[in-house]
């Protein structure tokens, strides 16, 4: 029984190691993977503008942007089916993370950056809806007889609690991911207190100090520049306000870690093809989650925004990493 | 890592000095290298308080940053009546903001995220009698000082931090006025309490810091309560007691440390369980259970000895009737 296990572990080993071979030779060879003219420009990239990253691939910097937009354009009708069967379902389970550790308070603002289908606005919108049900079940229950004075009271605050009701903004910079989650938001019929922006995490359009929380779930390893966004995110949020940032990250044990290197590289991108039909793109996203810095790193990097208090929670191992950072 | 962030913090700040010093102070806000407004709370109240101070930032002497560290140390303390923020002033404190994290140590801002934190569950007292001791009690307590309740998120005990923080402030309070009187005891101006009475006093102040949160206090002793609570509750109550004795004169060195702190403990607790459902003017019935306990408690000691002095009567007592019986049986004599 255990030689057979230590059969099939190698076997696993051998196939991801020659898969991730395969990857790290196309990008070499720079003709396997189709990509076209892009590579060539790399190649004759005497322009002056720095490289970055787009998966295990180099690419201007001015080009990454532009090539993660067709990524999400082509991926966004199938973006939550594929999330579903990427991670079995536990993504629901990181993002309701999110939230309870968010714990928001009635009455706060929130941004969703990169936000796309809504997935942590809908969440959050519930959330705090239930807690606002939560305290007025408390209030009444302690004020079953009421004297008139308190009556009289609750007539002229009833129009104050309106004002502070909360808010949620989900801002992308992709269309077709904002309007996939509008029709997700329309057949929940969720519509008060959502909004819906297009804009850019590295120049966003909002003014200073407008909102209580930001957060960006899966969406700051596809920015081209990390500290940009990071200082976007200090400059819109209010003293006092929390940065918290949901992230696939280094997985800190080895067994796990040979595990989900195997299920990244045979599996996702096998399942893009035959759900969405779209190989490349699951490609790029296991590549890109390679690349992007681990725990600690980006912690690291949060607190040279301005950032305080900064915290991160390692969720399933250390798959995905939960980062919490202060403005004070 | 800690050398690094501080270079690149005292980079930054570099940086950030060259761009006030191009730029009037009265201009608006700059990039985000200044946004250093967690310094801003504590610096404005030292800018209204030290109006005659200029608010430039171009002179680097070492002597100007121990007055803004030493003010900052000052407006943190008299925090309590914050107002609102005046941009001016805040504007022309960050001159001095870029400059304490010149000085690069960052000891010094770990030690004003503590006070920060201080300072909103200190608001937040406030609140408990309205939200109980909660979340929603901090959210609110933030929000009065200017900053977002999603600060609240700082405080990963929740209820539990607020509740320890005015626990561990009501114990400073009652050393500071025993340190008090004893300072007037050594100068001669006071006399020396007998060792009830001074128990009584010390833990009816004591009690008597809980009276405008009796509402809810005992939705506090149940937090206290909770498993992961229990050490530091224990750790408060403990040095709460130790320091109540050790006002009190005791010196001991043997078993009596420990049964002394034991039956004071007791005392504490079960005062503090009769005042919660206490309904009497003033806690009367709460002042008397406290009287009679502390009596029990001399009367014990006090019999005790008695029953150890009869105990030894007794035993000499029988001794002496049986050499009596041996004398008058005969069995004594030496033939």
Known sequence: ????????????????????????????????????????????????????????????????????????????QKYDVMNDAMSLGIHRVWKDMLLHVMHPQPGVQLLDVAGGTGDIAFRFLEYVRSQQERQKRRASR????????????????????????????????????????????????????????????????????????????????????????????????????????LEFSKVTNPVLARLYDAYSFQMIPVLGEVIAGDWKSYQYLVESIRKFPDQEEFKGMIEDAGFYCVQYYNLTGGVVALHSGFKL | MAALLRGLRAGRALRGLCSVVAAPPAANPQGSSLRRSFHCAALRLQDESKSDKPPSSSSTTYHEHYQAHSAEQDAAAASQDDSTSDPAAEEASRPNTSYQDQSGEQGEEYETEEQLQARILIAALEFVPLHGWSMEAIAAGAETLGLSSASTGMFYNGAGDLVLHFISQCNSQLTEILAEQHKQVQLGQAEQKRTADFLRDAVETRLRMHIPYIESWPQAMSILLLPHNIPNSLKHLSSLVDDIWFYAGDRSTDMNWYTKRAALTGIYNTTELVMVQDSSPDFQDTWNFLDNRIQDVVNMSTTAKQVQSTGEAVVQGLVGAAVTLKNLTGLNQKR
Request: glycine share 8%; with cysteine; hydrophobic share 35%.
């Open chain 1, 1 to 76: 029984m255990a030689a057979s296990m230590r059969l099939l572990f190698r076997r696993v080993i051998r196939l991801s190691h020659r898969n991730i071979n395969v990857t790290a030779a196309g990008v070499s060879r720079g003709s396997g993977c189709c990509w076209g003219p892009s590579t060539c420009r790399c190649f004759s990239d005497a322009a002056g503008d720095s490289s970055t990253h787009f998966g295990f691939e180099t690419v201007p910097e001015t080009e990454k942007a532009k090539r993660v937009y067709k990524v999400f354009e082509n991926v966004a």
């Open chain 1, 142 to 245: 302690s004020m079953q007889t009421p004297s008139w004075q308190d009556i009289s009271n609750n007539y002229s605050t009833e129009d104050v609690v309106e004002s502070q009701e909360s808010r949620a903004v989900v801002c992308d910079i992709n269309k077709e991911m904002l309007k996939v989650g509008k029709q997700k938001a329309d057949s929940l019929g969720v519509s008060a207190g959502l909004s819906w922006v297009v804009g850019d995490a590295e120049e966003l359009p909002f003014d200073d100090d407008q909102f209580d929380i930001y957060t960006i779930a899966f969406g700051i390893r596809n920015v081209t520049h990390i500290d940009q966004a990071l200082q976007e995110a200090l400059r819109v949020l209010k003293p006092g306000g929390r940065f918290m940032c």
